[in-house]
């Protein structure tokens, strides 16, 4: 019997249509939370996905071996940045950990790479997000109105 539990890993070409779908959940909330019709990450594609599994530090989360949260990293080891992208939890799975979970394997991995600041934007106006991400350690940095809404580009030091 397969011992049920929750897990956090680096994704594999398997977990791509599980992170296509927790993507487009999460992402459908947050731009109704945002007040906005449409963001990026509801276009994206399959080979999309696939290109960050070769290009970036994709990983997913699971609770009892269902795939219920993901997240994207990509790192500039030049300059020891990063950027955090597609963070999402599916809705029924929130509010349980998961993804301070994933925030805490970004963090591990982000030290073990000697990483010195990511970065990552949020909507402004997205209550819930900012105040989990200030949890996390991130502070906001400066805010735009690029993709048409205000979106706080928030920021964690690991120095």
């Known amino acids: 019997m397969d011992k049920l539990g929750f897990e956090v890993r ?10 296509e779908q927790i993507t487009s959940e999460a992402f459908k909330k947050y731009a109704q939370m945002a007040g906005i019709d449409s963001v990026a990450a509801l276009c994206e594609t399959e080979d999309d996905i696939r290109h960050d599994i ?18 994207r990293v990509e ?18 799975a929130q509010n ?13 991995k982000m030290l073990e790479m000697g990483v010195r600041k990511i970065s990552l934007h949020t909507g402004s106006k997205v209550k819930d997000l900012v105040r989990f991400y200030y949890g996390r350690g991130f502070y906001i940095d400066s805010t735009s109105k690029d993709r048409g809404y205000i979106r706080a580009l928030m920021c964690k030091d690991y120095e």
Do not use: H, Q
């Not at 680096?10 to 977990?15: E, V």
């Open 10 to 19: 680096c994704a594999t070409y398997d977990d791509i249509k599980a992170i």
């Open 54 to 71: 070769d290009t970036k530090l994709v990983l997913v989360a699971f609770l009892d071996n269902v795939p219920v949260g993901s997240v």
């Open 75 to 92: 790192v500039n080891m030049a300059d020891k940045t990063a950027y955090l992208s597609r963070f999402g939890v599916r809705l029924n």
């Open 96 to 108: 349980n950990g998961i993804g301070k979970s994933l925030m805490n394997l970004v963090d591990i």
